[in-house]
């Protein structure tokens, strides 16, 4: 498996609470990437980061922030959780091998449930 | 934007038979296409990947093949085995690696 770490592996919440899961990785990769699964809807990207301070919106971004301070680290913040953030995390992270995309690599995930 | 279709959602085989999953994408821009599988309780796990410059790739029991064209890429497994029930998602590739999904296929192999 890839080094990827998250944490909390499970977390229940209460409706308006601040929320922050980590992903942490040893693969000294580029990009990180938050995702979030829900039956239907397969894997959607909330926000993902290039680099060291630089991030970026994905197509699921309102209610999320980010942040990554160091390379290893990629934190993913719900500002005041909502029902509608139920929901299983995932990150992942991709090396940069020259042009062209290459292969991202999942971490175990985070079941948050927000009451 | 990039959008990615994926059937059948439902795929159940005999043990020994062929499975077959189809996706198609919007982008042409898309040029990687990588095939995850995930079983219960964990996180997607890369399976079998192509790129745009490639039609077709192999691994073992498993093959992908890419038709740009008609911009649709497909997941052949052959010899199933009760071992390869899972879910499985297609992916399709943007800028800075972003992946976007299909929304996934339920393989069940009965043996």
């Known amino acids: 498996d890839a080094g990827i770490t998250q944490s909390p592996r499970h977390k229940v919440t209460e409706t308006g609470t601040p929320v922050t899961l980590r992903c942490h990785q040893t693969?000294?990769?580029?990009?990180m990437y938050w995702y979030r699964q829900d039956p239907g809807h397969g894997l959607r990207l909330i926000h993902y980061s290039y680099g060291v301070k630089d991030t970026d919106k994905g197509e699921v971004s309102d209610g999320y922030s980010v942040s990554r301070s160091k390379t290893e680290d990629f934190l993913l913040t719900l500002e005041s959780a909502t029902s509608s953030q139920t929901s299983v995390y995932f990150c992942?992270?991709?090396?940069?091998?020259?042009?062209?995309?290459?292969?991202?690599?999942f971490g175990q995930g985070t079941r948050l449930t927000v009451v | 934007g990039e959008n990615v279709e994926q059937h059948p959602s439902t795929l159940s085989v005999q043990e020994g038979d062929s499975a077959v999953i189809k996706c198609t994408y919007s982008?042409?821009?898309?040029?990687?296409f990588p095939w995850y599988k995930q079983e219960l309780g964990k996180g997607p796990q890369l399976i079998i990947d192509i790129r745009s410059n490639v039609g077709e790739k192999k691994d073992q029991r498993i093959a992908v093949t890419l038709n740009k064209t008609a911009k649709h890429f497909s997941l052949h497994i052959t010899e199933t085995q009760p071992e390869d029930s899972a879910v499985y998602f297609c992916a399709a590739s943007l800028l800075r690696n972003k992946l976007v999904f299909g929304a996934g296929t339920i393989l069940r192999v009965k043996s």
């Open positions: 992942a992270i991709s090396p940069t091998r020259g042009q062209g995309s290459t292969e991202a690599f």
């Open positions: 693969e000294n990769h580029r990009y």
């Open positions: 982008d042409s821009a898309s040029n990687y």
